[in-house]
């Protein structure tokens, strides 16, 4: 039975999450719908490298599916966007061995959430809009506490008594592009809810509402706050899923750029500008 890994991407607005869960709509059970159709109806398994939770987004999510019969890749990808929903879309499709698993041969994961510093009619479900202003230098200050080993049970729901909520982040970075601040956080897995508490932490920070030691302070105790400060779906993308041998995560960048409001005053001027300059007409420069 040929194995194919399946990239894709997706808008999760009006999903309940990627897990197929029954009454609701998911990201998966469309994949799974979707297959279903271009095979007919044969059963099969499919596997996703994690879940998202509901409302957020993909930039480079990764599945696998067995199929009873080979295809060529690039034919099942078009058969496959051809029953998809518009805001689902398969990338690419791989052959790979039997040995490999979406989720338990994935080698780390980043997500990438947006803040936005201005209010956006066009991105409005891409980011959270935030209308204070924000130390971004702070902001990136604090983010590095992040890095390494550490407990992160105030960052869940999970009891501690029923599994391990320490967690190896690779990276947790703070960037700014446009009117756009961008938080990236890579680890080998993450908690439930986990990274939209850390954005929500970081934004209090960003506001001057908590300090630097506060977030120690969360490393090291247990505390509640940052469950009042999760930050909403809206703005959390799953950026991509990496394996052995494979390149790690790009530099940052916006998933959905959101032009800076002066930015963009500046272009429309600079645009207008030469008509200004031209003379009236009938009359020689």
């Not at 936005?116 to 479900?125: C, G, M, N, Q, V």
Request: aromatic letters at 8%.
């Amino acid at each position: 039975m040929p194995r194919y890994k399946l990239t894709l991407e997706y808008t999760g607005t009006k999903y309940s999450g990627w897990q197929i869960q029954k009454n609701a709509r998911t990201v998966q059970g469309e994949l799974h719908r979707a297959i279903s159709v271009v095979i007919d109806g044969t059963p099969i398994e499919l596997y996703g490298s994690g879940r998202t939770d509901a409302g957020v987004h993909a930039l480079g999510q990764v599945a696998h599916v067995e199929l009873q019969a080979s295809m060529p890749p690039e034919v099942l990808r078009m058969k496959l966007n051809d029953e998809l929903p518009s805001d689902v879309h398969v990338l690419a499709v791989q052959p790979v061995g039997r040995r490999f698993h979406a989720r338990h041969g994935a080698v780390a994961r980043s997500y990438l959430y947006q803040i936005s510093r201005r209010r956006t009619a066009l991105a409005k479900p891409f980011v959270w809009w935030i209308k204070d202003e924000l130390d971004v230098p702070r902001m990136a200050q604090a983010a590095a506490l992040f890095r390494g080993m550490h407990d992160f049970q105030s960052f869940t729901d999970l009891d501690p008594e029923e599994g391990s909520t320490r967690v190896l982040l690779e990276g947790c970075e703070v960037a700014e592009e446009g009117a756009l601040v961008l938080v990236r956080v890579v680890g080998s897995h993450f908690l439930w809810k986990m990274v939209r508490r850390l954005v929500g932490v970081l934004a209090g920070v960003g506001r001057g509402t908590l300090g630097i030691a506060d977030v120690a302070l969360f490393l090291n105790a247990r505390s509640g706050v940052p469950a009042q400060l999760t930050a909403p779906p809206s703005g959390l993308f799953l950026e991509g899923v990496y394996y052995e041998g494979e390149p790690g995560p790009p530099p940052v960048r916006a998933a959905v750029p959101v032009p800076s409001f002066i930015a963009a005053k500046v272009s429309m001027a600079s645009a207008v500008e030469p008509a200004h300059r031209r003379p009236p007409r009938g009359r020689r420069p």
